[in-house]
């Protein structure tokens, strides 16, 4: 069974940082596109970073210049750095592993950003 294990959530003051990590098993990884999206309470769940299979990665505007997301293949991991955050990145924040038709997703880690 495919798992995608999410850690590093927390509390965090604004202006501060965090790190999100996502630790997947049971996939070929280096063959799948990987997000992390995040759902606010009362919103939608919305895409966050993205990294494709060759390393490029995409941005959200809201969260441009202040996240990076970053894959280790060799540890099937990803990472989400946050930075310079802000009380509206809390949120429930997933991991996700796509490829073709097939989608796996995390069960969410905790952020609150507090002013």
């Known amino acids: 069974q495919v798992q995608l294990a999410e850690s590093g959530g927390g509390l965090v003051q604004s202006g501060g940082s965090l790190r999100l990590s996502c630790e997947a098993s049971?996939?070929?990884?280096?063959?799948?596109?990987m997000g992390w999206y995040r759902r606010a309470p009362g919103k939608q769940r919305e895409l966050v970073a993205m990294?494709?299979?060759?390393?490029?990665?995409k941005y959200a505007d809201s969260v441009k210049g202040r996240f990076t997301m970053s894959r280790d293949n060799s540890k099937n991991t990803v990472h989400l750095q946050m930075d310079r955050m802000k009380p509206e990145d809390t949120a429930v924040y997933y991991c996700?592993?796509?490829?073709?038709?097939?989608?796996?997703w995390g069960q969410g880690t905790q952020v609150t950003v507090s002013s």
């Open positions: 996700n592993a796509g490829r073709w038709t097939e989608a796996y």
């Open positions: 049971r996939i070929d990884f280096s063959t799948f596109n």
């Open positions: 990294i494709t299979t060759d390393g490029t990665a």
